[in-house]
């Protein structure tokens, strides 16, 4: 349905939004789209470094005790 629109069809799209909703609505949308996008990646990288600090928290030394008193 959707494979028919072609770049004439996108213009006139964009044309109808802006007309619409005029350049400093877009423009403050585009802005918290891209806060909202910063933040989720923001949120994914902390929710990484959580689980490989929970990883090396859960690591243990299982150096047998006559290999430590070795070193």
Known sequence: MLNNIGLPGLLLIAIVVLVLFGR??????????????TA????????????EEAASDDARDVTPESEKDKA
């Open 24 to 37: 400093g609505k877009i423009s403050s949308l585009m802005g918290e789209v891209g806060k909202g996008i």
């Open 40 to 51: 989720f990646k923001r949120g994914v990288d902390d929710s990484k470094k959580e689980i």
